[in-house]
Structure formats: C-alpha cells, structure tokens
C-alpha cells in the first residue's frame, strides 16, 4: 500500500501540451499530504497552494504560494498548537528522472510522467516552516492540568537522593 501512495501524487499539473504561457493551479493541501510522506508529528493541515506556473520554450518556473494552518502538539505541554503559515517560493522545474545533486527550489519533472508533482514540495515548504521549538505564545495558553503536573514533578526533583550525596565529595 505504502509504494502505491507513493507513486500516486495528490498535487500535480500535466505539463504535456501546455503552450507557452502562465497558467495558475490552486490545490487544497490537507491531512492525506502528512500521510504519504508518514508524518505523525504534524496532527492537522489546512492550507491553500497557489501554484502560477509560467512555462516557456526553456524553462518552466513554478512561484508557489501557501497559506493555511498546521496543527501539532505542543512542547511544553502536549496539547495542540496551531501555527500559521504564509509562504512563497520560487521554483524552477528541471526534466530529469531524479534530483541526484538535492538541489534546492527545484522540482523534478519526469518527461515519462507528463506531469509536475507537487507533494514533495509541498510537504517540505510546511515541514521546513514550522518552529524549532513548537510551544504556545503564551504559557498560559497550554493545559493548565499538565502544567500543574510538570510543576509537581519539578519541585520532587529538588530534592536530592541522599545516596548521590558521596559523589560531591569526588570533585
């Protein structure tokens, strides 16, 4: 099931048979985006990919613009954390059949496909635009229980076990 995922693309334009031209897609990115790729960390996606392809007799540029809501737990806390996001980025798009060197804002396009596959792309402009550190705003913004929780076992860790005592006399 998992390499029938894979292979199926969720975001994709034909290129075959575009004149040369500015074309403009919009695909709404979801949950089914974090499935493919396996990623448990992110818990909800909505967002709105604009993708204006401008594709002309030597190149195919791709500026893509993403704006939405992606869901995950927070650090501090565990509850969910919604962060915005508002991206843009330019890519151009490179007929081959793989990106040997990893290059950056490029989108391979298989000629044997016919058709530009977003997914990856995608996922890597939400997954590289999340926070380090994922926590609410505002402390007071995460679940009371669990932080009165974290506060109780803080303040247990105060105290010292007395048979680690002995080892502050060996420095």
């Known amino acids: 099931m998992s390499d029938e995922r894979e292979r199926k693309a969720l975001y994709s334009v034909q290129?075959?048979?575009?004149?040369?031209?500015?074309?403009?897609?919009?695909?709404?990115?979801?949950?089914?985006?974090?499935?493919?790729?396996?990623?448990?960390?992110?818990?909800?996606?909505?967002?709105?990919?604009?993708?204006?392809?401008?594709?002309?007799?030597?190149?195919?540029?791709?500026?893509?613009?993403?704006?939405?809501?992606?869901?995950?737990?927070?650090?501090?806390?565990?509850?969910?954390?919604?962060?915005?996001?508002?991206?843009?980025e330019r890519a151009i798009v490179k007929q081959a059949t793989k990106n040997p060197e990893n290059e950056i804002n490029i989108i391979?396009?298989?000629?044997?496909?016919?058709?530009?596959?977003?997914?990856?792309?995608?996922?890597?402009?939400?997954?590289?635009?999340?926070?380090?550190?994922?926590v609410h705003e505002h402390e007071e913004d995460c679940d009371a229980e669990m932080m009165d929780q974290l506060e109780q076992n803080d303040d247990q860790s105060d105290e010292i076990d007395p048979r680690w005592n002995d080892l502050k006399n060996l420095i």
């Open 15 to 88: 290129l075959a048979g575009m004149s040369t031209e500015t074309y403009t897609f919009q695909f709404q990115v979801d949950d089914a985006l974090m499935k493919k790729y396996e990623n448990e960390e992110i818990k909800a996606i909505k967002a709105e990919a604009t993708v204006e392809l401008t594709h002309r007799p030597n190149v195919t540029e791709a500026d893509i613009e993403l704006v939405g809501e992606v869901s995950t737990h927070c650090d501090r806390c565990l509850s969910l954390v919604t962060f915005p996001i508002n991206l843009k």
């Open 108 to 134: 391979i396009f298989d000629p044997d496909k016919g058709q530009i596959e977003f997914d990856q792309y995608l996922y890597d402009m939400i997954v590289t635009a999340l926070p380090i550190q994922r």
